[in-house]
C-alpha cells in the first residue's frame, strides 16, 4: 500500500484548528464558573449584611425610587407563594441540579454562543441563592421580634430545621404610584403602587438571565444536549470558521 505523503502536515494543520475551538470551550467553561461564584458572593454578602442589621420590615431609603426594605417569604421569586415549603425547597435543589448538568453538558461546545453559556448561569447562580437561604438560614440564624435583629450562629440554635428557611429580600423600586379614579370597576379608589414586589439579587440574576435568554438565544432551547462526537467536531468548525469570517 502507498503511503500518503505530506500526513504529518495535515495532523500539524489539524492540531493547529483545534486549538481555537480548545481554548474557546475552557473560556466559556471559565465564565460560566466566575459568574456563579460571583453572584452568589454578592447575593449571600448582601443577604447576610442585611439579616444581621435590619430587623424585620426595617427600610433605609436610598432614593425616592429604590430602598433597602427587609422582608422575608416562603415562596418563589419576587415573594410568590407556591405549595408547601418543603416542596418548593425540594423541587429547587432538583432544578438546580438540572441546571448544572445542563451546563457541563453545554459548556464544552461551540454550537453554543458563550452570551448563551452566560444566560444558564445566571439563572443557575440565582436559584443557587435563593436555594442556600431555603436549606441553611433557618439552621444559622435566629428569628426575633422586631425592632431586634437576627443574629449569625446563635446560641440556642435557629429559627427552623433543614429546607425550612425563609428567603430574604431587601431590594423595593417603588417608582411611581397613583389612586385609581372612583368610577374604575373593582379597584376605583383604590392606590396603585408600580414596581411593588421586594426582590433580591439571586431573583435578578434569574429574570436578567431568562430576559437575555429569550431575546436573543431561544433558538438554542432547542438544540439537542449531546451530539455523536463526529458531528459536535465538525459543528464546531464550521462555527469557528463563521465566527472567523463575520
Known amino acids: 500500500m502507498q503511503r500518503v505523503s505530506g500526513g504529518p502536515d495535515i495532523r500539524l494543520a489539524v492540531a493547529l484548528c483545534s486549538k481555537p475551538i480548545i481554548s474557546m ?4 467553561g471559565w465564565m460560566a464558573l466566575i459568574i456563579i461564584i460571583l453572584v452568589l458572593a ?12 435590619f430587623y424585620l420590615g426595617e427600610d433605609f431609603r436610598i432614593t425616592d425610587w429604590f ?20 416542596a418548593l425547597s425540594v423541587f429547587r435543589v432538583a432544578a438546580l441540579i438540572a441546571g448544572i448538568w445542563y451546563l457541563l453538558k453545554i459548556k464544552s461546545s461551540a454550537r453554543f454562543k458563550a452570551g448563551y453559556i452566560a444566560c444558564i ?5 440565582g436559584t443557587a441563592g435563593n436555594i442556600i437561604d431555603c436549606l441553611f438560614y433557618g439552621i444559622i440564624f435566629n428569628n426575633p421580634l422586631p425592632p431586634e435583629v437576627a443574629t449569625l450562629f446563635p446560641d440556642g440554635g435557629g429559627y427552623a430545621g433543614l429546607f425550612h428557611g425563609k428567603v ?39 429574570c436578567v438571565g431568562i ?30 470558521t463563521d465566527e472567523n469570517k463575520n
Not at 470551550?25 to 466559556?28: M, S
Not at 454578592?42 to 442589621?53: G, H, R, S, Y
Not at 448561569?121 to 447562580?125: P, R, S
Open 121 to 125: 448561569a445566571l439563572i443557575i447562580a
Open 42 to 53: 454578592a447575593d449571600q454578602a448582601l443577604k447576610i449584611w442585611v439579616k444581621t442589621n
Open 211 to 240: 430576559f437575555i435568554l429569550l431575546i436573543f438565544y431561544s433558538k438554542y432551547l432547542s438544540y439537542p444536549v449531546s451530539v455523536p462526537e463526529e458531528a459536535s467536531s465538525e459543528s464546531d468548525n464550521q462555527n469557528l
Open 25 to 28: 470551550k475552557l473560556k466559556k
Open 168 to 206: 430574604v429580600d431587601m431590594l423595593f423600586f417603588p417608582l411611581f404610584s397613583f389612586v385609581w379614579p372612583d368610577w374604575v370597576p373593582v379597584v376605583g379608589g383604590s392606590n396603585f403602587l408600580f414596581f411593588q414586589p421586594v426582590f433580591n439579587l439571586a431573583d435578578s440574576a434569574i
Open 67 to 86: 430602598y433597602l426594605y427587609f422582608i422575608e417569604n416562603n415562596g418563589m421569586a419576587f415573594g410568590m407563594e407556591l405549595g408547601s415549603k418543603l
